[in-house]
Structures are given as structure tokens and as C-alpha cells.
């Protein structure tokens, strides 16, 4: 089985979506092995964005990222990373209500922006980011 991770951005946990994009993970045959829910710290986003700390939208992604608590999920199950990452739907949710209308960016984001869920797009990066988060590094 493979692992990776999952966030409820702010506008996710915000809006009250917690417990139907759980439901939606269950039923979608994943295990939840870890859950937390922490307030995101500028710096925190920044080490976890890193590869688009020179993009135009950064300070913004950094703004709505720590505008509120997220709830940041360890998924397991067979081909978890791809499968999660087909459930969650495009970046630009504007584009996932039309494309993917049963994803969970069509059902609570926004825009390319404010897309309401993240999810690891590789081996190497849900490694990267399970530790971050469930590492000792991390305390919050
Ligand atoms: P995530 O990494 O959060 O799962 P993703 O892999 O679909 O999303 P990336 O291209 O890695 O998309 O972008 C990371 C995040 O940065 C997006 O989820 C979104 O919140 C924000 N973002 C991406 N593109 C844009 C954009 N053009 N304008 C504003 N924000 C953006």
C-alpha cells in the first residue's frame, strides 16, 4: 500500500467541509492513518511551497494559507497518490465544477487559488511532506 498527504485548506475547514470530504475518502476505499489540524505559520508555508516561492500568486498562496487552520491528513491505500489526486480534481477548481463535477475541488473550492484540498504528486514528494508534518520538526 502506499501513503501520502492530504490538507483541508482554510476555506475547506473553514466552510465546514471536514466531514463530507472524509466521507468521500472513506468511501473511496482509503484509511486515514493520521490527522491534525494546525495553524500554518508564514514560514511553514514557505518550506512547504518552496518550489513556488518566486511565482507571481506566492504572497497570496502565503496569505490564504495561513488565514486559518487546515487539517492535514496521512491517506493510505493501494495507488493512494494518483487516486487521491484524481478525487481532489484540477488546480483551478473553477475548471473542476465543469470538468469534474464529482471532485472535492469542484464541491468546496473557489478558484486556482482558493481549491480547498492539496494533495502530495509524487513518491518522493508525499515522503517530503508526511515528515514535515508528522516529524519532529513540526510542532504546532
Ligand atoms: P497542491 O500542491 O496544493 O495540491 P496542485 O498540485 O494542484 O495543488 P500546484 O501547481 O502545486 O497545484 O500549486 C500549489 C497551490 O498554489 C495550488 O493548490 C493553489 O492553491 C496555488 N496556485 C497554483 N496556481 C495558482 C495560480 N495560478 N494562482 C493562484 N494560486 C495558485
Known sequence: ?????????PDGFSGN???EIKRLILLSGFSILKE????????????FYAEH???????????????????VIVLEKVNAIA??????GPTDAQKAKITHPDSVRALCGLNS???????????????KEISF????????
Open 1 to 9: 500500500k502506499e501513503k501520502t498527504l492530504a490538507i483541508i485548506k
Open 17 to 19: 467541509y471536514t466531514g
Open 36 to 47: 491534525k489540524i494546525v495553524h500554518l505559520d508564514k514560514e511553514n508555508v514557505a518550506l
Open 53 to 71: 516561492s518566486e511565482r507571481t500568486f506566492f504572497p497570496s498562496l502565503v496569505k490564504y494559507m495561513t488565514s486559518g487552520p487546515v487539517v
Open 83 to 88: 487516486d487521491w489526486r484524481a478525487l481532489i
Open 113 to 127: 487559488e482558493r481549491n480547498c484540498v492539496h494533495g502530495s504528486d509524487s513518491p518522493q514528494s508525499a515522503a
Open 133 to 140: 508534518f508528522f516529524g519532529e520538526m513540526f510542532s504546532s
